[in-house]
Protein backbone atom coordinates (compact mmCIF):
# COMPACT_ATOMS: atom_id res chain seq x y z
CA UNK A 1 0.00 0.00 0.00
CA UNK A 2 1.68 3.54 -0.67
CA UNK A 3 1.73 6.13 1.79
CA UNK A 4 -0.81 8.60 -0.04
CA UNK A 5 -3.54 5.35 -0.11
CA UNK A 6 -2.74 5.47 3.86
CA UNK A 7 -2.96 9.19 4.30
CA UNK A 8 -6.02 9.23 2.56
CA UNK A 9 -7.26 6.97 5.90
CA UNK A 10 -7.06 10.47 7.99
CA UNK A 11 -8.94 12.46 6.36
CA UNK A 12 -13.08 12.67 7.37
CA UNK A 13 -14.53 9.66 8.34
CA UNK A 14 -12.34 7.19 10.15
CA UNK A 15 -12.09 3.95 8.85
CA UNK A 16 -11.04 0.81 11.07
CA UNK A 17 -9.83 -2.51 9.57
CA UNK A 18 -9.84 -5.37 12.44
CA UNK A 19 -11.06 -8.56 13.43
CA UNK A 20 -11.57 -7.28 16.94
CA UNK A 21 -15.14 -5.59 15.72
CA UNK A 22 -16.24 -5.49 19.00
CA UNK A 23 -13.28 -2.99 20.94
CA UNK A 24 -13.66 -1.08 17.94
CA UNK A 25 -17.05 -0.24 18.22
CA UNK A 26 -16.94 0.24 22.03
CA UNK A 27 -13.66 2.45 21.15
CA UNK A 28 -15.70 4.92 19.04
CA UNK A 29 -18.75 4.50 22.11
CA UNK A 30 -15.87 5.92 24.38
CA UNK A 31 -14.86 8.38 22.60
CA UNK A 32 -18.23 9.73 21.24
CA UNK A 33 -20.15 9.00 24.94
CA UNK A 34 -23.74 9.08 23.02
CA UNK A 35 -26.53 9.56 25.24
CA UNK A 36 -28.18 6.43 23.90
CA UNK A 37 -27.67 3.99 21.77
CA UNK A 38 -29.59 2.25 18.68
CA UNK A 39 -28.38 -0.74 16.37
CA UNK A 40 -30.35 -1.11 13.17
CA UNK A 41 -30.39 -4.83 12.00
CA UNK A 42 -32.00 -6.36 9.20
CA UNK A 43 -34.03 -9.47 9.51
CA UNK A 44 -30.93 -11.72 8.52
CA UNK A 45 -27.84 -9.71 10.42
CA UNK A 46 -30.29 -9.97 13.33
CA UNK A 47 -30.02 -13.71 13.24
CA UNK A 48 -26.21 -14.36 12.11
CA UNK A 49 -24.03 -11.48 13.73
CA UNK A 50 -26.37 -9.36 16.43
CA UNK A 51 -26.15 -12.29 18.26
CA UNK A 52 -21.89 -12.43 18.20
CA UNK A 53 -21.69 -8.52 18.17
CA UNK A 54 -23.45 -8.52 21.45
CA UNK A 55 -21.01 -10.39 23.11
CA UNK A 56 -18.37 -8.59 21.58
CA UNK A 57 -19.00 -5.14 22.09
CA UNK A 58 -20.28 -4.10 25.37
CA UNK A 59 -22.14 -0.90 23.71
CA UNK A 60 -24.13 -3.43 21.40
CA UNK A 61 -25.20 -5.48 24.12
CA UNK A 62 -26.90 -2.63 25.87
CA UNK A 63 -28.31 -1.12 23.37
CA UNK A 64 -31.78 -0.79 21.57
CA UNK A 65 -32.14 -2.81 18.33
CA UNK A 66 -34.42 -1.74 15.65
CA UNK A 67 -35.24 -4.43 12.95
CA UNK A 68 -36.08 -3.76 9.46
CA UNK A 69 -37.42 -6.10 6.51
CA UNK A 70 -34.11 -7.53 4.90
CA UNK A 71 -33.89 -7.02 0.78
CA UNK A 72 -33.41 -4.22 -1.70
CA UNK A 73 -37.22 -3.64 -1.69
CA UNK A 74 -37.53 -2.76 1.49
CA UNK A 75 -34.87 -0.12 1.48
CA UNK A 76 -37.56 2.48 0.81
CA UNK A 77 -39.51 5.16 3.22
CA UNK A 78 -41.95 3.18 4.89
CA UNK A 79 -38.87 1.16 6.55
CA UNK A 80 -37.87 4.47 6.67
CA UNK A 81 -40.11 6.15 8.93
CA UNK A 82 -40.59 2.99 11.28
CA UNK A 83 -37.05 3.49 12.15
CA UNK A 84 -37.64 7.36 12.88
CA UNK A 85 -40.78 6.36 14.32
CA UNK A 86 -39.12 4.21 16.59
CA UNK A 87 -36.10 6.53 17.26
CA UNK A 88 -38.90 9.07 18.51
CA UNK A 89 -40.36 7.02 20.74
CA UNK A 90 -37.98 5.18 22.56
CA UNK A 91 -35.86 8.42 23.24
CA UNK A 92 -33.47 9.11 21.03
CA UNK A 93 -32.25 13.06 21.07
CA UNK A 94 -29.40 14.89 18.63
CA UNK A 95 -27.00 12.67 20.98
CA UNK A 96 -27.65 9.56 20.76
CA UNK A 97 -25.73 6.45 18.19
CA UNK A 98 -26.91 4.55 15.57
CA UNK A 99 -24.92 1.82 14.37
CA UNK A 100 -25.96 -0.21 11.16
CA UNK A 101 -25.26 -3.31 11.01
CA UNK A 102 -25.52 -5.40 8.08
CA UNK A 103 -25.21 -4.93 4.19
CA UNK A 104 -25.70 -2.12 2.06
CA UNK A 105 -29.47 -2.21 2.21
CA UNK A 106 -28.77 -1.20 6.25
CA UNK A 107 -25.84 0.71 6.14
CA UNK A 108 -27.82 2.85 2.95
CA UNK A 109 -30.73 3.23 5.03
CA UNK A 110 -29.62 3.23 8.71
CA UNK A 111 -26.97 6.58 7.56
CA UNK A 112 -30.23 8.44 5.90
CA UNK A 113 -32.39 8.12 8.76
CA UNK A 114 -29.64 9.08 10.91
CA UNK A 115 -28.70 11.53 9.00
CA UNK A 116 -31.85 13.17 8.41
CA UNK A 117 -33.40 12.35 12.17
CA UNK A 118 -33.03 15.70 14.63
CA UNK A 119 -31.34 17.50 11.62
CA UNK A 120 -28.32 14.42 11.67
CA UNK A 121 -27.33 12.30 14.82
CA UNK A 122 -23.72 10.54 14.76
CA UNK A 123 -23.85 6.97 12.96
CA UNK A 124 -20.81 4.27 12.39
CA UNK A 125 -21.67 1.56 9.85
CA UNK A 126 -20.74 -1.89 10.53
CA UNK A 127 -20.97 -3.72 7.06
CA UNK A 128 -21.83 -7.48 7.19
CA UNK A 129 -21.33 -7.98 3.56
CA UNK A 130 -18.19 -8.19 1.20
CA UNK A 131 -20.04 -5.81 -1.02
CA UNK A 132 -21.37 -3.47 1.91
CA UNK A 133 -17.91 -3.18 3.21
CA UNK A 134 -16.15 -2.82 -0.18
CA UNK A 135 -18.53 -0.06 -1.48
CA UNK A 136 -21.52 0.57 0.33
CA UNK A 137 -20.21 1.74 3.70
CA UNK A 138 -17.89 4.31 2.64
CA UNK A 139 -17.81 7.50 0.41
CA UNK A 140 -20.55 9.17 2.08
CA UNK A 141 -23.94 7.93 -0.44
CA UNK A 142 -26.72 7.28 1.71
CA UNK A 143 -30.43 7.08 0.23
CA UNK A 144 -33.44 4.78 -0.08
CA UNK A 145 -35.20 4.16 -3.31
CA UNK A 146 -38.35 5.91 -4.30
CA UNK A 147 -40.94 5.52 -7.16
CA UNK A 148 -39.17 2.62 -8.53
CA UNK A 149 -36.23 4.66 -9.20
CA UNK A 150 -32.89 3.16 -7.35
CA UNK A 151 -31.66 5.46 -4.85
CA UNK A 152 -33.50 8.37 -5.58
CA UNK A 153 -33.82 10.02 -2.25
CA UNK A 154 -30.87 10.48 0.06
CA UNK A 155 -28.28 12.41 1.11
CA UNK A 156 -24.62 13.44 0.89
CA UNK A 157 -23.08 12.36 4.95
CA UNK A 158 -20.44 10.12 6.29
CA UNK A 159 -20.48 7.88 8.94
CA UNK A 160 -18.46 9.00 12.19
CA UNK A 161 -16.60 5.87 11.70
CA UNK A 162 -16.54 2.44 9.45
CA UNK A 163 -15.28 -0.59 11.32
CA UNK A 164 -14.86 -2.95 8.25
CA UNK A 165 -13.85 -6.91 9.20
CA UNK A 166 -14.37 -10.14 7.21
CA UNK A 167 -15.46 -12.08 10.56
CA UNK A 168 -18.94 -11.96 9.68
CA UNK A 169 -18.75 -13.13 5.93
CA UNK A 170 -18.45 -16.92 6.73
CA UNK A 171 -22.54 -16.75 6.65
CA UNK A 172 -22.62 -15.54 2.91
CA UNK A 173 -22.94 -17.47 -0.04
CA UNK A 174 -20.76 -17.99 -3.08
CA UNK A 175 -22.86 -15.65 -5.09
CA UNK A 176 -22.66 -12.85 -2.48
CA UNK A 177 -19.33 -13.03 -2.13
CA UNK A 178 -18.28 -13.15 -5.41
CA UNK A 179 -20.29 -10.18 -6.28
CA UNK A 180 -18.61 -8.09 -3.80
CA UNK A 181 -15.06 -9.30 -5.34
CA UNK A 182 -16.70 -7.95 -8.96
CA UNK A 183 -16.24 -4.31 -7.29
CA UNK A 184 -13.04 -5.22 -5.93
CA UNK A 185 -11.86 -6.28 -9.40
CA UNK A 186 -12.88 -2.76 -10.37
CA UNK A 187 -11.05 -0.74 -7.76
CA UNK A 188 -7.94 -2.84 -8.05
CA UNK A 189 -8.16 -2.19 -12.50
CA UNK A 190 -8.24 1.61 -11.21
CA UNK A 191 -5.34 1.51 -9.16
CA UNK A 192 -2.22 -0.59 -9.72
CA UNK A 193 -1.22 -3.73 -11.36
CA UNK A 194 0.01 -5.80 -7.95
CA UNK A 195 -4.04 -5.53 -6.81
CA UNK A 196 -4.85 -6.87 -10.08
CA UNK A 197 -2.81 -9.60 -9.60
CA UNK A 198 -3.37 -10.55 -6.35
CA UNK A 199 -7.20 -10.48 -7.11
CA UNK A 200 -6.81 -12.86 -9.92
CA UNK A 201 -4.32 -15.36 -7.62
CA UNK A 202 -7.81 -16.96 -6.37
CA UNK A 203 -11.04 -17.01 -5.66
CA UNK A 204 -12.74 -15.01 -3.56
CA UNK A 205 -13.64 -18.28 -1.25
CA UNK A 206 -9.97 -19.71 -1.28
CA UNK A 207 -8.34 -16.18 1.05
CA UNK A 208 -8.13 -16.86 4.92
CA UNK A 209 -10.30 -14.13 6.32
CA UNK A 210 -6.74 -12.41 7.53
CA UNK A 211 -5.82 -12.02 3.80
CA UNK A 212 -9.26 -11.10 3.02
CA UNK A 213 -9.40 -8.45 5.26
CA UNK A 214 -5.75 -6.92 3.98
CA UNK A 215 -7.35 -7.31 0.42
CA UNK A 216 -10.40 -5.16 1.58
CA UNK A 217 -8.59 -3.06 3.20
CA UNK A 218 -5.76 -2.32 -0.23
CA UNK A 219 -9.81 -1.93 -2.06
CA UNK A 220 -11.64 0.22 0.31
CA UNK A 221 -8.56 2.89 -0.01
CA UNK A 222 -8.65 2.95 -3.31
CA UNK A 223 -12.36 4.31 -3.45
CA UNK A 224 -11.85 6.33 -0.46
CA UNK A 225 -8.86 8.11 -2.27
CA UNK A 226 -10.67 8.59 -5.05
CA UNK A 227 -14.10 9.96 -2.87
CA UNK A 228 -12.01 12.16 -0.96
CA UNK A 229 -10.69 13.86 -3.93
CA UNK A 230 -14.16 14.14 -5.35
CA UNK A 231 -16.67 13.66 -2.70
CA UNK A 232 -19.82 14.93 -5.61
CA UNK A 233 -18.79 13.42 -8.35
CA UNK A 234 -17.83 16.34 -10.29
CA UNK A 235 -15.14 14.44 -12.16
CA UNK A 236 -12.22 12.04 -10.28
CA UNK A 237 -15.48 9.74 -9.07
CA UNK A 238 -16.81 8.94 -12.47
CA UNK A 239 -13.87 6.16 -12.51
CA UNK A 240 -16.02 4.05 -10.63
CA UNK A 241 -18.31 4.13 -13.03
CA UNK A 242 -15.61 1.37 -14.24
CA UNK A 243 -17.78 -1.32 -15.38
CA UNK A 244 -20.79 0.03 -14.78
CA UNK A 245 -22.50 1.32 -18.05
CA UNK A 246 -22.77 -1.87 -19.55
CA UNK A 247 -22.94 -3.63 -16.26
CA UNK A 248 -26.26 -1.86 -15.50
CA UNK A 249 -27.45 -2.66 -18.48
CA UNK A 250 -26.88 -6.20 -18.43
CA UNK A 251 -28.48 -6.30 -15.13
CA UNK A 252 -31.39 -4.25 -16.47
CA UNK A 253 -32.21 -6.54 -19.15
CA UNK A 254 -31.85 -9.83 -16.80
CA UNK A 255 -34.25 -7.93 -14.84
CA UNK A 256 -36.54 -7.34 -17.32
CA UNK A 257 -36.04 -11.28 -18.82
CA UNK A 258 -37.48 -11.71 -15.03
CA UNK A 259 -34.28 -13.79 -14.23
CA UNK A 260 -32.33 -11.27 -12.33
CA UNK A 261 -28.22 -11.71 -11.36
CA UNK A 262 -26.54 -10.10 -9.01
CA UNK A 263 -25.31 -6.70 -8.79
CA UNK A 264 -21.45 -7.64 -8.97
CA UNK A 265 -22.13 -10.17 -11.86
CA UNK A 266 -23.37 -7.65 -14.47
CA UNK A 267 -20.63 -5.52 -13.17
CA UNK A 268 -17.91 -8.41 -14.05
CA UNK A 269 -19.45 -8.64 -17.53
CA UNK A 270 -19.66 -5.32 -17.57
CA UNK A 271 -15.85 -5.26 -16.93
CA UNK A 272 -14.84 -7.38 -20.08
CA UNK A 273 -16.95 -5.26 -22.33
CA UNK A 274 -15.58 -1.98 -21.00
CA UNK A 275 -12.21 -3.20 -21.19
CA UNK A 276 -12.74 -4.36 -25.14
CA UNK A 277 -13.52 -0.68 -25.71
CA UNK A 278 -10.60 0.44 -23.92
CA UNK A 279 -8.46 -2.10 -25.67
CA UNK A 280 -10.11 -0.65 -28.60
CA UNK A 281 -10.58 2.97 -28.26
CA UNK A 282 -6.92 3.59 -25.79
CA UNK A 283 -5.19 0.53 -26.75
CA UNK A 284 -5.62 -1.23 -23.26
CA UNK A 285 -3.34 -4.62 -23.16
CA UNK A 286 -5.17 -7.44 -24.78
CA UNK A 287 -2.89 -10.02 -22.50
CA UNK A 288 -4.72 -7.88 -19.13
CA UNK A 289 -8.02 -7.93 -20.65
CA UNK A 290 -7.85 -11.95 -21.46
CA UNK A 291 -6.65 -12.44 -18.32
CA UNK A 292 -9.30 -10.59 -16.76
CA UNK A 293 -11.74 -12.64 -18.74
CA UNK A 294 -10.79 -16.00 -18.14
CA UNK A 295 -11.07 -15.11 -14.82
CA UNK A 296 -14.92 -14.00 -15.09
CA UNK A 297 -15.31 -16.75 -16.96
CA UNK A 298 -14.79 -19.15 -14.66
CA UNK A 299 -15.88 -17.70 -11.24
CA UNK A 300 -18.96 -15.63 -12.41
CA UNK A 301 -19.98 -18.05 -15.58
CA UNK A 302 -21.59 -16.37 -18.70
CA UNK A 303 -24.71 -14.22 -18.85
CA UNK A 304 -26.48 -15.27 -22.38
CA UNK A 305 -26.85 -12.24 -24.86
CA UNK A 306 -26.94 -13.00 -28.45
CA UNK A 307 -26.93 -9.72 -31.17
CA UNK A 308 -30.94 -9.61 -31.19
CA UNK A 309 -30.36 -8.34 -27.28
CA UNK A 310 -28.01 -5.10 -28.98
CA UNK A 311 -30.45 -2.26 -29.20
CA UNK A 312 -32.16 -3.26 -25.95
CA UNK A 313 -28.43 -3.23 -24.15
CA UNK A 314 -27.95 0.01 -25.79
CA UNK A 315 -31.05 1.65 -25.12
CA UNK A 316 -30.33 0.62 -21.38
CA UNK A 317 -26.82 2.30 -21.61
CA UNK A 318 -28.20 5.14 -23.53
CA UNK A 319 -30.50 5.84 -20.19
CA UNK A 320 -28.01 5.28 -17.73
CA UNK A 321 -28.48 8.45 -15.30
CA UNK A 322 -25.03 8.88 -15.68
CA UNK A 323 -25.18 10.30 -19.12
CA UNK A 324 -25.59 14.04 -19.63
CA UNK A 325 -27.80 13.34 -22.28
CA UNK A 326 -29.38 10.38 -24.41
CA UNK A 327 -27.62 11.75 -27.51
CA UNK A 328 -24.11 10.41 -25.71
CA UNK A 329 -23.02 7.12 -24.21
CA UNK A 330 -20.35 7.79 -21.58
CA UNK A 331 -17.85 5.94 -20.32
CA UNK A 332 -15.15 5.12 -17.61
CA UNK A 333 -12.34 3.26 -19.69
CA UNK A 334 -8.71 2.86 -19.13
CA UNK A 335 -5.65 2.96 -20.79
CA UNK A 336 -4.01 0.74 -18.97
CA UNK A 337 -4.40 -1.06 -15.64
CA UNK A 338 -4.47 2.40 -12.96
CA UNK A 339 -4.38 5.30 -15.90
CA UNK A 340 -8.07 5.75 -16.37
CA UNK A 341 -10.24 8.11 -18.77
CA UNK A 342 -13.59 9.76 -17.50
CA UNK A 343 -16.30 11.00 -19.64
CA UNK A 344 -15.28 8.83 -23.14
CA UNK A 345 -18.27 9.03 -25.50
CA UNK A 346 -18.44 5.82 -28.11
CA UNK A 347 -20.33 4.95 -30.97
CA UNK A 348 -23.20 2.51 -31.31
CA UNK A 349 -20.87 0.99 -33.56
CA UNK A 350 -18.10 0.40 -31.71
CA UNK A 351 -20.10 -1.10 -28.36
CA UNK A 352 -22.05 -3.46 -30.84
CA UNK A 353 -18.55 -4.85 -31.99
CA UNK A 354 -17.12 -4.81 -28.09
CA UNK A 355 -20.91 -6.96 -27.22
CA UNK A 356 -19.60 -9.43 -30.09
CA UNK A 357 -16.15 -10.14 -28.55
CA UNK A 358 -17.57 -10.05 -24.85
CA UNK A 359 -19.90 -13.15 -26.36
CA UNK A 360 -16.29 -14.32 -27.64
CA UNK A 361 -14.71 -14.17 -24.82
CA UNK A 362 -17.43 -15.55 -22.61
CA UNK A 363 -17.84 -18.73 -25.28
CA UNK A 364 -21.35 -17.74 -26.10
N1 LIG B 1 -23.92 3.87 -0.84
C1 LIG B 1 -23.20 3.37 -1.82
O1 LIG B 1 -22.21 3.97 -2.28
C2 LIG B 1 -23.57 2.02 -2.37
C3 LIG B 1 -22.66 1.34 -3.20
C4 LIG B 1 -23.02 0.08 -3.66
C5 LIG B 1 -24.23 -0.48 -3.31
N2 LIG B 1 -25.09 0.21 -2.52
C6 LIG B 1 -26.39 -0.36 -2.11
O2 LIG B 1 -26.11 -1.54 -1.36
C7 LIG B 1 -27.20 -2.46 -1.50
C8 LIG B 1 -26.63 -3.81 -1.86
O3 LIG B 1 -25.75 -4.22 -0.83
P1 LIG B 1 -25.71 -5.73 -0.32
O4 LIG B 1 -25.39 -6.62 -1.45
O5 LIG B 1 -24.86 -5.76 0.88
O6 LIG B 1 -27.25 -6.01 -0.01
P2 LIG B 1 -28.05 -6.40 1.31
O7 LIG B 1 -27.84 -5.42 2.38
O8 LIG B 1 -29.45 -6.62 0.85
O9 LIG B 1 -27.39 -7.79 1.75
C9 LIG B 1 -27.56 -8.95 0.95
C10 LIG B 1 -28.25 -10.06 1.75
O10 LIG B 1 -27.35 -10.59 2.72
C11 LIG B 1 -27.95 -10.57 4.01
N3 LIG B 1 -26.84 -10.46 4.94
C12 LIG B 1 -26.14 -9.35 5.28
N4 LIG B 1 -25.08 -9.69 6.04
C13 LIG B 1 -25.13 -11.04 6.21
C14 LIG B 1 -24.28 -11.97 6.86
N5 LIG B 1 -23.14 -11.60 7.46
N6 LIG B 1 -24.63 -13.28 6.81
C15 LIG B 1 -25.74 -13.67 6.14
N7 LIG B 1 -26.55 -12.84 5.47
C16 LIG B 1 -26.24 -11.54 5.51
C17 LIG B 1 -28.91 -9.42 3.95
O11 LIG B 1 -29.92 -9.54 4.93
C18 LIG B 1 -29.46 -9.56 2.54
O12 LIG B 1 -30.45 -10.57 2.50
C19 LIG B 1 -28.13 -1.88 -2.57
O13 LIG B 1 -29.23 -1.28 -1.94
C20 LIG B 1 -27.26 -0.83 -3.25
O14 LIG B 1 -28.02 0.23 -3.80
C21 LIG B 1 -24.78 1.45 -2.04
ZN1 LIG C 1 -21.48 -1.39 -8.35
Known amino acids: MSNDLKQSNMNSQELV ?14 RLKPNNIFVLVDTNTATFVLPRLQQQSRAVAEAKIITT ?8 LESTQAIWRTLGEEGATRHSLMINVGGGVVTDMGAFAAATF ?4 QFINVPTTLL ?4 ASVGGKTGINFGNLKNEIGVFREADTVVLSTLYFNTLNTEELSSGYAE ?6 LSDAASFDSLLSKHVEDFDSEELLQLLEASVLIK ?19 GHTAGHAFESLALERKSPIPHGYAVAYGLITELVLSHMKLQFPSSQLHRLAAYIKNVYGAFDFTCDDYPRLISLMRHDKKNLSVSEINFTLLREVGDVQINCVIAEEDIKAALDITRDLLGI
Open 118 to 121: KRGI
Open 224 to 242: KKIVDADPTEKGLRKSLNL
Open 17 to 30: FTNNVGAAIDAVVD
Open 132 to 135: GAVD
Open 184 to 189: MLKHAL
Open 69 to 76: KAGDIHKN
